[in-house]
């Protein structure tokens, strides 16, 4: 993900769970500044359908750090299944709640959240389209 600048591990919880710190790009113009995230994160398979979700958390690893506004997300989650019409697509269905935190009005937020969704979105193609023709 290119709005994500840095991922730690801080917690292996379980083979699925995790607990990370995730440092989060500048926005273009620097609408909104680098924010930081601790997260609980699991990932579990059903049949052909994978689950992402997590949300924000503590860990004594990673306490708010001076300068940086600790943002919060969660409950959010990521549904990916086969398409029933194309079997060489994916259903992807993505549920984000963010709390940016800080002075940003909520327009602003709107925007840069639905544009880092399209951002990721069009990422993930890219990336998936590379491996295939590898």
């Known amino acids: 993900n290119p709005n994500v600048k840095q991922v730690k591990i801080l917690q292996k919880i379980g083979q699925d769970t995790m607990v990370t710190h ?16 601790v997260s609980v994160r699991c990932a579990k398979r059903r049949g052909s359908t994978c689950f992402l979700a997590g949300m924000s958390t503590q860990h004594p690893k990673m306490p708010e750090q001076r300068g940086v506004v600790r943002a919060e997300n969660g409950p959010t989650c990521i549904v ?5 019409e194309d079997p060489n ?10 709390d940016l935190k800080g002075w ?10 639905s544009q880092t969704q399209v951002d990721f979105a069009n990422h993930l193609r890219q990336r998936m389209a590379n491996n295939v023709s590898m």
């Not at 500048?26 to 500044?33: A, F, I, K, L, Q």
């Not at 990916?80 to 029933?84: E, F, G, I, N, S």
């Not at 940003?104 to 959240?113: D, G």
């Open 22 to 37: 995730e440092v989060s790009a500048e926005t273009p113009g620097n609408v909104v500044g680098p924010r930081d995230f």
């Open 80 to 84: 990916m299944k086969p398409c029933a």
């Open 89 to 98: 697509k994916t259903k992807f269905t993505w549920l984000l709640n963010i």
């Open 104 to 113: 940003i009005p909520k327009t602003i937020i709107n925007k840069v959240l």
